[in-house]
Structures are given as C-alpha cells and as structure tokens.
C-alpha cells in the first residue's frame, strides 16, 4: 500500500486540511482497493460536513469543526500505523485492511464495512474527546447539531452508492441477493445513534480506568459485524 503518510506527519489542523489528506489517499490507492472505495465514500462526507459548517447550518460550528477534524484523526491515525506495520490497529479496521483486495466482496460492501467501523467504533471516541477539549456535555446544542447532519450523510450515502454500483455494476444491484440485504440493513442514522449513546455511556466512564475495556468491547462488536458486511 503506498501512500502519501508513511512517515511522521502533522494531524491535519483544518476540514480543508482533512479532504486535502483524504484525496491523497485516494490518490495512493488502486481503483480496485476496498480501502479506497471507503475513503472515496468518507470523502464526498467530508465536502458535504464542511459546507454545512461554512453555510452556518449548526448551532456550534467550532465543536462541529473540530468533531470532524478529530473524527477524521482516528480514521487516518489507524491507517497511518497500519502501513507502518505499527500496532494496535482496533480490529474493526483490520478486517478491512486484510480484505481490501479480495475479488469476491463488492466496492459497496468494502465503503460500508469502513463506515461501519468509523461510524460505530470511532465517533464514540471523537465525541467524547471533543467535548473535554471543549468543555461541557453532549446535550443541548451539540446534540441537535449532531442530529442535523444526518440528512446530509443520509444524502452522502445514496450518491456514493450509486457511484459505486455504476457502469458495469449498474445492472447487479437486484441481483446481489443476501449481500444487498446485508448492506441495506445496515444505515447511517441507525449508526450515528448507537455512536451517541456509546459516547454518553463512555463519558460516564471518565476517570475510573474502564475506559479502554469498553472501548476494547465496542472493538469487538463493530468488527464482528464488519466481518459480515464483507462475507462474499
């Protein structure tokens, strides 16, 4: 896997600074890599995230800035060490980096799987990080922002799907049967959801050292269910 990181790098300090990153991954990635098919679809979210913070959509566009910036660290931090052969790396980005070349699993269910590990596994832990930065708790404002942009990710979501079953995959989507099932069942909102209520449950843990046990559980949850989403 070649990529623009593989050395020590500055976190990006900015949205803009996240897509520039994003891209260049794209960039180092075959057209055919599952990882890439992930970034591809965490990409366009990125645009849409960031015009909503420029358009002044949220309450508090500084703690939604950073959310996205810090958000997007854990994503590029796991896969920073993965290509520097450096553990850990949370077993639910595992079982996307070790099936990213597989022939028989679709580039939809490759950008799911990769959602459903940064959406499920991450955001808890962004969350949560974000509001010590800042100060304060989940509620009021941050969680009516944080409420709002899933219709921007839910719009996200079926462009990206349409992008990743067109041309020649256009005339398969009937025909993918139980992995179509599979991926269908799987949705953002749900996603986002559990994310918040993991992130309330593991602020609630601050301080009393069972932090990273559950965060190790949630691990084993989420790549459980990556490893379905990826099953040929």
Same mark, same amino acid.
């Given at each position: *896997? /070649?990529? &623009?990181?593989?050395?020590?790098?500055?976190? &990006?300090?900015?949205?803009a600074?996240?897509?520039?990153?994003l891209?260049d991954v794209?960039a180092?990635?075959?057209?055919?890599?599952?990882?890439r098919?992930?970034?591809? *679809?965490?990409?366009?979210?990125?645009?849409?995230?960031?015009a909503?913070?420029?358009g002044?959509?949220f309450a508090?566009?500084?703690f939604?800035?950073?959310?996205d910036?810090? $958000?997007a +660290?854990l994503?590029?931090?796991?896969?920073?060490r993965?290509v520097?052969?450096?553990?850990?790396?949370?077993?639910c980005w595992?079982?996307?980096y070790?099936?990213?070349?597989?022939?028989d699993?679709? /580039?939809? !269910?490759?950008?799911?799987a990769g *959602?459903?590990?940064?959406?499920?596994?991450d955001?808890?832990?962004?969350?949560?990080?974000?509001?010590r930065? $800042?100060?304060?708790?989940? %509620?009021?404002?941050?969680r009516?922002?944080?409420?709002?942009?899933?219709?921007?990710?839910?719009?996200? !979501?079926?462009?990206?799907r349409? +992008?990743?079953?067109a041309?020649?995959?256009?005339?398969?989507d009937h025909?993918?049967?139980?992995? %179509?099932?599979?991926?269908?069942?799987?949705g953002?909102?749900?996603?986002r959801?559990f994310?918040w209520?993991?992130? *309330?449950?593991?602020?609630?843990?601050?301080?009393?050292?069972?932090e990273?046990?559950?965060?190790?559980?949630?691990d084993?949850?989420?790549s459980?269910?990556?490893?379905?989403?990826?099953? &040929?």
């Open positions: *896997m /070649q990529l &623009p990181f593989e050395g020590p790098v500055e976190a &990006p300090a900015s949205v600074a996240v897509i520039e990153e891209v794209s180092g990635l075959h057209p055919g890599d599952g990882v098919a992930f970034n591809e *679809m965490y990409l366009v979210t990125t645009r849409n995230v960031e909503a913070i420029t002044m959509h508090d566009s500084a939604m800035t950073r959310l910036i810090v $958000f +660290q994503y590029l931090g796991a896969l920073r993965f520097a052969g450096q553990r850990p790396v949370a077993r595992a079982v996307l070790d099936a990213r070349a597989r022939r699993v679709l /580039q939809l !269910q490759f950008a799911v *959602m459903n590990a940064h959406i499920n596994y955001l808890a832990h962004a969350l949560v990080l974000t509001a930065e $800042f100060g304060g708790g989940l %509620d009021g404002a941050r009516r922002d944080f409420l709002a942009i899933n219709e921007i990710l839910g719009r996200t !979501q079926a462009v990206v349409a +992008q990743l079953l041309g020649p995959l256009a005339g398969l025909a993918l049967g139980a992995r %179509d099932d599979r991926v269908s069942l799987w953002i909102e749900r996603a959801e994310a209520h993991s992130a *309330m449950a593991l602020s609630g843990l601050t301080g009393t050292g069972a990273d046990d559950y965060l190790d559980g949630t084993r949850i989420v459980l269910s990556s490893k379905l989403l990826l099953l &040929p």
